[in-house]
C-alpha cells in the first residue's frame, strides 16, 4: 500500500525550529519526489518545498527561502523538514504529497498528487 504519514508538528514559540517527518511506503524515495504543503486557517493549501530523485532537484517556495530545508534519509525512506526562524505566518497544518506513480520533478504539479499524508499542525505562538 502506497502511503505517507507526516509527525513532528508541534507548538512552537516565534523564532523556534521545528522538524517534521514524511515517512512514505510503499514506493522508494530514489525514485520519487516528495512536495511538502501548507495550509493555514482560512488560506489555500500552498506548496512551501520539494524534493526529487536526483541529486541536487530542490525547490523552496520564496516564503520559506532560507529558512526551511528539506532533505531525503533513502534508508530511512523517510524525507525531513528542517523549519527554523518561525514566526506566526508559518503556522498550518503540513502536509506532504507525491506524484506516484507518475515521477515528475520538483516542484510537482498538483493535479497528478495522488498521495497525501494525513497532516500534522504546526502553531507558532508565543
Known amino acids: 500500500q502506497v502511503q505517507l504519514v507526516e509527525s513532528g508538528g508541534d507548538l512552537v514559540q516565534p523564532g523556534g525550529s521545528l522538524r517534521l517527518s514524511c515517512a512514505a511506503s510503499?514506493?522508494?524515495?530514489?525514485?520519487?519526489?516528495i512536495n511538502w504543503f501548507r495550509e493555514a486557517p482560512g488560506k489555500g493549501r500552498e506548496g512551501v518545498a520539494c524534493i526529487g530523485s536526483s541529486d541536487g532537484e530542490i525547490w523552496y517556495s520564496d516564503s520559506v527561502k532560507g529558512r526551511f530545508t528539506i532533505a531525503v534519509d533513502n534508508a530511512r525512506n523517510t524525507v525531513y523538514l528542517q523549519m527554523t526562524s518561525l514566526n506566526s505566518e508559518d503556522t498550518a497544518v503540513y502536509y506532504c504529497a507525491t506524484d506516484w506513480p507518475r515521477g515528475g520533478t520538483c516542484p510537482l504539479e498538483k493535479r497528478y498528487l495522488g498521495v497525501w499524508g494525513q497532516g500534522t499542525l504546526v502553531t507558532v505562538s508565543s
Open positions: 510503499g514506493f522508494s524515495l530514489s525514485y520519487y519526489a
